[in-house]
């Protein structure tokens, strides 16, 4: 599938099935969302466009690369987003950071809003969702559409699990959209839940339940 990237490296297999470890505090799951975020946008950052800067070495002076054009902003799908922001902004300090609040509905499963605050103006920048779930797709959908509809244009999701049914969902929706998974599971269960999954992620993160 075109825009859809799925994660291959050893490291952000072995971190991801902590994860799924029941057993996992809330301390070493915050650990490792944060790892694995550092180790997706790295993947997912790839192509950040470069140009050449004049520098001056202790040696001699020289043109050499550094990271041009569009600038960053992070957006994290409120609550369980907000465990990847450090990720990114380890890899790139200089990142705006917007939040979106979504939470599914426990029977409906349908995404509902409660916050949209991002950065002004949004068109320039490149905007890296993250989210560490993809179960539905409703959640990515809406953030998706909050961001279009604020101007936004150059858009990546980052998640870290991700079920076939979310997956289909938000690419035949945004097609224009980059797609970064950690592990595409098996797919949903009847309460919306991805299997094998990790359970709750916003749960997990901040210890809740
Ligand atoms: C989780 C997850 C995603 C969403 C995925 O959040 O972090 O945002 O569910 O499900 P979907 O693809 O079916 O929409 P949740 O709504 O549980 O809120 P929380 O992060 O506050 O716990
Ligand atoms: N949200 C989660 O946190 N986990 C799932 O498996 C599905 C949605």
Do not use: W
Not at 133 to 150: P, R
Request: glycine share 10%.
């Amino acid at each position: 599938m075109e825009n859809v990237f799925i994660m291959e490296h050893p490291l952000i297999q072995h971190k991801i099935s902590m994860l799924r470890k029941k057993e996992t505090g809330t301390n070493e799951f915050r650990k490792l969302i944060e790892e694995i975020a550092i180790l997706m946008g790295f993947e997912a950052l790839r192509d950040l466009p470069l140009e050449d800067v004049a520098v001056e070495t202790p040696i001699e002076k020289c043109m050499t690369p550094m990271i041009a054009g569009k600038k960053l902003a992070v957006v994290p799908v409120l609550r369980a987003g907000l465990g990847m922001v450090n990720g990114i902004t380890t890899l790139v300090p200089s990142a705006k950071i917007g939040h979106i609040g979504l939470y599914r509905d426990p029977v409906t499963h349908e995404p509902h809003e409660y916050y949209c605050k991002l950065p002004d103006p949004i068109e320039q920048r490149l905007i890296v969702v993250v989210d560490p779930m993809l179960a539905t797709g409703g959640s990515a959908v809406s953030a998706v559409d909050f961001i279009k509809q604020h101007g936004g244009k150059s858009i990546k999701c980052m998640f870290i699990i991700a079920a076939p049914e979310g997956l289909k969902r938000l690419h035949e929706t945004h097609p224009d959209v980059q797609i970064y998974v950690g592990h595409l599971d098996r797919g949903l269960n009847e309460n919306a839940y991805i299997c094998p999954g990790l359970g709750d992620a916003g749960d997990r993160i901040f210890g809740t339940k």
